[in-house]
């Protein structure tokens, strides 16, 4: 009896060379399946910037329609400004939205292209320019 014991014990553990193929398994899956997902997930940021931007947007026109002015810097958006027409807060967040890469959006009056204003994500690479997910994002595209 002792001997079918030991050899049930030894025939259930694993061969380092089924352990080595099982690991080679997992990495090929992994290689196969991790660009697809970080490329939805650049995606994502993308929607989520645009989102945002459009949000902004319409806060900021909403603003001007009770001001007659925009604001100064998007904090105007949640903070009373000392133009007596003001009735927000315009924007329902305790703190400014971010892009889709966790960065602030950057805002300028007048803005490009003879905008009143303009309202734009830099991109995964925080930087102006780029093409691809580095591409700047504006309120106006």
Do not use: H
């Not at 026109?61 to 027409?85: G, H, I």
């Not at 892009?99 to 930087?127: C, H, L, M, R």
């Amino acid at each position: 009896m002792k001997k079918r014991t030991r050899n049930r014990a030894i025939r259930r553990s694993f061969t380092l060379i089924e352990i080595m193929i099982v690991v080679v398994i997992i990495g090929m899956l992994a290689a196969l399946v991790g660009p697809r997902i970080i490329g939805s997930l650049d995606k994502a940021r993308v929607t989520t910037t645009k989102t945002q931007l459009v949000n902004l947007k319409d806060c900021v026109q909403r603003f001007y329609m009770d001001c007659s002015e925009y604001p100064n810097t998007l904090d105007d958006l949640m903070v009373k400004t000392s133009n007596a027409k003001w009735d927000g807060p315009y924007l329902d967040a305790k703190n400014l939205p971010k892009d889709g890469w966790d960065n602030e959006f950057v805002y300028s009056v007048p803005g490009a292209d003879n905008q009143p204003f303009d309202i734009i994500s830099y991109g995964a690479d925080k930087t102006s320019g780029g093409e691809g997910y580095n591409a700047d994002i504006s309120c106006w595209n």
